[in-house]
């Protein structure tokens, strides 16, 4: 009778499935169990998540939700001046080949035409680009302007690069423009 009760009390129930793994001639240990899901970090910095391998060896590959891909400018300014509008104006570096230092010498008007831009009440401070090619490399301009349309403010960013799957966030400091 002992025995009996013994033996019932070591089964298990037949719906519970067994999983059995060989781990003696590795000597590896299970880092996970199947059917674990953990977070992981996705290119850009985003989250996404990640199953355990059947044999719970090892994490199968971060699965991420697909990204914006382009640009986001941040501006900011804490400068003096009124500033009405704001106009943010991008070259492709690997076509005008300009920098920040000779885009800033060229304002206002001596610079090449911009590839994109946008004019835009100075209230906004974040602009999206998510239209730019992939791999592309752009220096950014941002100028304030007053209510005449004159220069006040300006900044610029260089070498901002276009990832796809990742919308890169550029900020830029307007300061007062002489």
Excluded at 29 to 45: F, H, I, M, P, R
Excluded at 53 to 71: H, R, V
Excluded at 97 to 126: F, H, I, M
Excluded at 135 to 158: D, K, N, P
Aim: aromatic fraction near 6%.
């Amino acid at each position: 009778m002992l025995l009996l009760l013994a033996a019932l009390a070591c089964t298990r129930p037949a719906s519970e499935p067994i999983y059995t793994v060989d781990t003696a001639d590795t000597g590896a240990e299970l880092v996970c169990e199947e059917g674990d899901v953990q977070e992981c970090t996705c290119l850009g910095g985003v989250s996404g998540t990640q199953e355990c391998a059947g044999d719970g060896m090892s994490w199968e590959d971060c699965e991420c939700e697909p990204q914006e891909t382009g640009l986001e400018v941040v501006l900011s300014y804490s400068g003096t001046r009124t500033l009405e509008t704001v106009r943010l104006r991008l070259w492709d570096t690997k076509i005008h080949d300009l920098g920040c230092d000779s885009l800033l010498a060229g304002l206002p008007d001596g610079n090449p035409t911009a590839d994109w831009g946008t004019t835009a009440p100075a209230a906004y401070t974040v602009f999206q680009f998510t239209e730019l090619p992939v791999g592309i490399t752009t220096a950014i301009v941002a100028e304030g302007l007053g209510s005449a349309g004159e220069l006040l403010a300006a900044g610029c960013a260089e070498e901002a690069t276009v990832f796809q799957d990742v919308l890169l966030v550029v900020p830029i400091e307007l300061v007062d423009w002489p």
